[in-house]
């Protein structure tokens, strides 16, 4: 422990010519967002069904496609080598180019699911807790056709491939289910800003540092047991430099904090891309897309 | 001027002895400075016959005084004899001819006669002139007498030759400095002194009639150290692998900043381990944790304030340390790798001190006698940084870390020795603390880890209460330390804390008997008992062990594991009996036998109990103090650590881990001062705590067996020392090791590198006092890239916005080999009362930023090195007195 916070401090500084995780260069998934968030199991009712939405994005605007899949090995924290879509995995239908859906009352899953609850089903006390189901899944789109040739895909190849895995927690009606937060805008400027339109018609000066603050729905934060809901953000663009990938409305330990991150502009004129992902850090998702041009 | 015995040429106690003669033989200046070690039951040679007297060269004048250095065998004859001290043409050849007709009664190790070398002085003194009086006048009573100080450190000086100029008067200083004359003439009159490493001292005295003089002489010493040396005779070798290393070359040495833990490293034998990870000892293959170091044989928890900064003792307190890499005797126990012994010195009795101020911390230490009350010596040190104060002034205040609070630390330590005048008892009392304290509010999640944020605390501290009784009465001897320790450790990191509030009591006790002429034994008892309170929330991956690869921290998204406060036990009792048999001539035979059991467990709960039996063995055999034979083999255990017995962290059922080690080597010593040293070693190491992905059923429910003691080790290699002590100008060494430690985690599984595994370790360090307070000197390293494991790949966890990375094989990789050169620079002033010591430490002085790990973007697709400190300058200033 005490190295790795020395690692971090000794690092806090490094400058690093690694590519950033708020920049987005190449096929990325930026958030998986599940409707509803959580799935509520009721005695004698309709097994309940939930459909996953992934932000894949490639900044050339080349088309993206995601496949989804009930992981076979459930355990809490998942071996990332898991094949998973894949031999390892059961494929969730698919509800659109990014989306699939997951039913609870699919006869295909019952079996991992089984497995998951050593054979049998899970107990009143461990449905009420909640489980966490592994969803795992394959962002694919073809190959940076940019005139550099772009960096490669993460796994290489023709295609660009990303996976990585989610998760859904399925409990019992004990409990109402958590909501997804909702994004109402992105707003930029100095003193709260103005709401970056939908139309892709803001503009901003070529090298200039604008701020950027996140615009949660009014409803957007739960009570918990815990006391409210603390809102973590994501930042991402596909050009300019951002002072920080996230940010968070309450910290891990309940002081409150400013949301907002400074993004520097290209100096280079055009029109480009930024999201920003909101998660209530208990499954609940939602994210935001926003073009605007820099121009002089 | 300091006198330093090459210890590592010196198998045994040295002692200066005192001749008085026309030209006669005296103690070595600082030879009654020196704390004789209790445990080296040593006679030093006495000389028999009749006073050898150095004849006054033909054609010479003035006084002078050449040290020479004996060696004496089991017979008590001289049988090489060398000058030690700077070229007197003339006076040189006269002390050679006639130390080589010296007898001596031989010296004793309790009955054994044993070979020694010594330090023998002879004082010339021109010889009268015709119109001189007597040389002396006992009957006259005295009218001129003193004390005779060297100056700026204000020891006294001992065996110094105080002279009359143009008369026979002289005398010799006795072993508080002091001297007396008698019948000086009445007027005014030269007075001189002329010592070896010290300026001819010249002064006109007016002597009255009928009145006596008193006077302070200061001595200008040729090569300045504001540390004051002690001529410390090397303990007797008890340990198949043991090197010695005193305070005033480990002040001297680059790159250490006076302390000693940190020259540890720069030993055969030991890993060089990133200053960023705190500091961690390494020694022959073996795992952080593995290896201890003892202050006067009970262990100290935190060797370094953060970021091995600084150690937690301050070095002035220390006499130097001892380095045991392996197969150490049946005294230690419960530990699997080495050990490093820091000793205390003994305490001054006139008032001294310094004051040190550097750019990262300050430090000041105080000694003396209580007034009053023969035999008792107190000391009272601390130390804190101002980094705080730095800090606070250059971090933003709205930045996304800011400083709660900013990064502190210190230590302090007070000493109470009293040894009564004429007693065979000794008892001391010794306080230690220290405390490092870190706060920061993270207003921004890093990169890596969105639970990261709000308050980061951290607090790490102890504080020990020693208390120490010796008694020695002829043949035995019994030492008996009892211990009180208090730790304090506590993290908050975002979500996940831990704290630990330990009360731990330790008692040691050794006892010693000597037999006869070639049989003595030792027996001892030492016992811990740990209780701490212990309260977590974590994740597993954060608790990563030797041979994990999570260079990129733990895992984000793995639950959080809660473990609700509550006691926990590990009790530990060795007992153990040596015996030291010296069959033949020059041969020892050391068999020893060792007995631990280890206790621990949840207080509320069932405990667990292990017994370990280990016997060792170690053979040296020196027939002459020029070379040695030495080898050791024996068994070791280790009780598991940290946690590793305990639910949720470990497995109660997890038994001592378990090595076995080799030693064989040879020693030699070519020159006065100069020591060689070449040992093979060989480690098997069994029943490694290892993790395991197991699961057992226990009270009907399924739980984790998370670690076992599955894992197996072997680790070998060849270690070379060539060391120059210090003796006037000059010390170094050249250390270099060879070795290859690999593990098996778990049967069937392929074998990997230790994480430390560094096939070639080479350390030169030189250091050199040119004169005009200058000091110089310089350390240089290369040492092989640690092992690496690469990432191969990643997966995106959604929920978490992390990618989570796939390993290659353990070890599989090797970073780039570590290269650095450290120098330093002393600029002594010497005043009449005190010193002045200027100095720079460059740390990386030629700015060769060594690759410390390998960093990775966010998914892990690229890649750069991480590389560590650039060039690091410490400019400080001490003064002393």
């Known amino acids: 422990m005490r190295a790795a916070l020395m690692v971090s401090l000794a690092c806090a500084g490094c400058a690093t010519d690694l590519e950033k995780q708020s920049e987005v260069v190449k096929l990325r998934v930026l958030a998986v967002r599940a409707d509803p968030a959580e799935l509520v199991v009721t005695d004698g009712g309709v097994p309940p069904r939930a459909t996953f939405t992934a932000l894949a994005v490639e900044p050339s605007g080349a088309p993206t496609s995601v496949r989804f899949a009930l992981c076979i090995d459930q355990n809490p924290t998942p071996s990332p080598t898991l094949d998973c879509p894949g031999a390892q995995g059961v494929d969730l239908p698919p509800a659109g180019d990014t989306s699939a859906v997951f039913d609870l009352g699919d006869p295909r899953f019952l079996p991992v699911l089984s497995a998951s609850a050593d054979g049998g089903t899970p107990d009143a006390a461990v449905l009420q807790e ?167 | 001027m300091t006198v330093r015995l090459p210890k590592a040429l010196l198998p045994f106690l040295i002692c200066a002895l005192a001749l008085r003669a026309a030209a006669q033989a005296v103690p070595d200046p600082a030879a009654p400075s020196r704390p004789a070690p209790q445990e080296a039951a040593i006679t030093p040679p ?170 302070l002489y200061l001595l200008q010493p040729l090569y300045e150290s504001p540390y004051e040396a002690t001529i410390t005779g090397e303990r007797e070798r008890q340990e198949v692998s043991q090197t010695a290393i005193p ?300 041979g994990e690869f999570n260079n990129q921290g733990p895992r984000v998204d793995e639950p959080l594991t809660t473990f609700p406060a509550a006691l926990v036990n590990r009790f530990s009792l060795g007992l153990w009996a040596e015996a030291r048999w010296q069959p033949l001539r020059g041969l020892t035979v050391t068999p020893g036998l060792r007995f631990d059991a280890y206790v621990y467990g949840l207080a509320v709960q069932g405990r667990r109990t292990t017994y370990t039996v280990t016997p060792r063995l170690s053979v040296r055999y020196e027939p002459t103090p020029l070379w040695s034979l030495k080898g050791g083999v024996g068994l070791y255990s280790e009780g598991a650590r940290n946690g590793d017995a305990t639910r949720p962290f470990g497995n109660p059922e997890v038994l001592p881990e378990r090595a076995f080690q080799v030693t064989a080597g040879g020693e030699l010593r070519p020159l006065p ?48 020392l060539l060391r120059k002590s210090l003796t006037e100008r000059f010390f170094g060494w050249i250390a270099y090791t060879l070795s290859r430690s690999d593990r098996v985690d778990r049967p069937g599984e392929p074998q990997r590198f230790f994480d430390f595994d560094q096939t070639h370790n080479l350390t030169i360090i030189a250091s050199y006092a040119l004169g005009g307070g200058w000091q110089i000197g310089a350390r240089f390293r290369y040492i092989s890239g640690n092992p690496d494991t690469p990432v191969v790949g990643s997966r995106y966890a959604a929920q978490q916005d992390v990618y989570v990375p796939i390993y290659g094989l353990t070890n599989s990789a090797r970073l780039q080999h570590f290269q650095q050169l450290d120098v330093r620079a002393d600029k002594v002033w010497t005043f009449d009362a005190w010193t002045l010591d200027a100095y720079l430490d460059v740390l990386n002085a030629s700015n060769r930023r060594s690759v410390e790990g390998t960093l990775y973007n966010y998914d892990f697709s690229q890649r750069e090195q991480f590389r560590g400190l650039p060039v690091i300058p410490t400019l400080g200033l001490k003064g002393s007195f």
Do not use: C
């Open chain 1, 130 to 296: 909640g489980i966490a189901v592994i969803i795992g899944f394959a962002a694919t789109a073809p190959a940076h056709t940019e005139p550099d040739g772009g960096p490669a895909g993460a796994d290489g190849g023709p295609l660009q491939i990303v996976r990585g895995y989610t998760t859904i927690v399925v409990h019992d009606d004990s409990r109402p289910a958590n909501r997804n937060p909702d994004l109402a805008s992105i707003r930029i400027g100095p003193d709260g800003g103005v709401d970056i339109a939908a139309d892709g018609t803001t503009a901003v000066p070529p090298s200039s540092v604008q701020r950027l603050t996140p615009v949660p729905a009014p409803d957007a934060k739960e009570a918990t047991a815990d006391g409210p809901e603390k809102l973590g953000y994501s930042f991402f663009a596909t050009a300019g430099s951002l002072s920080s990938l996230r940010s968070t409305d309450t910290t891990a330990t309940g002081e409150p904090a400013d949301t907002f991150v400074d993004w520097t502009a290209p100096s280079a004129t055009g029109p480009l891309r930024l999201w920003v992902v909101v998660r209530d850090g208990r499954g609940g998702t939602a994210f935001l897309e926003r073009s605007i041009s820099v121009s002089p």
């Open chain 2, 247 to 546: 305070t005033t070359e480990i002040q001297r040495i680059p790159g250490a900043q006076g302390d000693a833990l940190k020259v540890v490293e720069d030993l055969p034998g030991v890993a060089r381990t990133s200053p960023i990870g705190g500091g961690l000892l390494v020694i022959r293959g073996s795992k952080p944790g593995d290896s201890l170091v003892y202050l006067d044989s009970e262990p100290i928890p935190l060797l370094y304030h953060f970021g091995a900064l600084s150690s937690t003792v301050n070095p002035d307190l220390l006499e130097g340390i001892e380095f045991i890499p392996g197969n150490f005797s049946a005294t230690y126990g419960d530990l699997t790798g080495g050990l490093v012994e820091v000793k205390t010195r003994k305490l001054r009795e006139e008032l001294h001190g310094y004051a040190n101020l550097n750019l990262l911390e300050a430090s000041a230490m105080l000694e003396a006698a209580v007034p009053g009350a023969p035999g008792l010596t107190f000391a009272i040190a601390g130390r804190r940084s101002y980094i705080d104060y730095i800090l606070r002034a250059v971090v933003p205040k709205d930045g996304d870390v800011g400083l709660t609070v900013a990064p502190r630390y210190y230590d302090a330590q007070f000493r109470l020795d009293y040894r009564p005048p004429g007693s065979a008892h000794s008892l001391a009392f010794l306080a230690l603390t220290s405390d490092d304290v870190l706060g920061l509010l993270v207003r921004r999640p890093p990169d890596q880890d969105p639970n990261v944020s709000g308050s980061i605390d951290t607090e790490t501290g102890f504080q020990q209460l020693r208390v120490k009784h010796g008694y020695r009465n002829g043949p035995f001897s019994l030492e008996t330390i009892a211990m009180f320790e208090k730790l304090n450790l506590r993290f908050q990191l975002g979500n996940e804390s831990f704290s630990l509030d330990g009360h731990d009591l330790f008692l040691r006790s050794t006892g010693n008997l000597a037999l006869g002429d070639d049989l003595g034994i030792s027996a001892g008892v030492d016992v811990a008992n740990r209780r701490l309170l212990v309260g977590a929330v974590f994740r597993q991956s954060l608790l990563f062990r030797e």
């Open chain 2, 46 to 215: 006495q000389p028999i016959g009749e006073p050898v007297v150095a004849g006054y060269p033909p054609g010479a004048t003035g006084a002078a005084r050449v040290v020479v250095r004996l060696d004496v065998d089991a017979e008590g004859n001289v049988t090489a004899a060398e000058v030690a001290t700077p070229p007197q043409p003339g006076f040189d050849e006269a002390a050679l001819a006639a130390a080589r007709t010296l007898h001596f009664a031989p010296a004793r190790r309790g009955d054994e006669l044993i070979p020694v070398r010594i330090q023998y002085a002879f004082n010339f003194i021109e010889p009268p002139h015709a119109s001189s009086g007597p040389r002396t006048a006992q009957a006259q009573p005295v009218n001129l007498s003193g004390v005779v100080r060297e100056r700026g450190t204000r020891r006294r000086l001992s065996g110094i030759e105080v002279t009359v100029a143009g008369t026979d008067l002289g005398a010799v200083t006795d072993a508080e400095g002091r001297f007396e004359l008698r019948g000086v003439p009445v007027g005014a009159q030269r007075i001189a002194i002329a010592a070896p490493g010290y300026r001819r001292f010249e002064t006109e005295e007016q002597i009255a009639e009928g009145r006596r003089k008193e006077v």
């Open chain 2, 673 to 720: 001062g100069v020591f060689f040293s070449v040992e093979g070693f060989y480690k098997k190491l069994t029943d490694l705590i290892v993790r395991s992905d197991a699961t057992e059923v226990i009270g009907g429910q399924t739980v984790p067996v998370l670690l076992d003691n599955a894992g197996a080790g072997r680790v070998y290699g060849l270690e070379l």
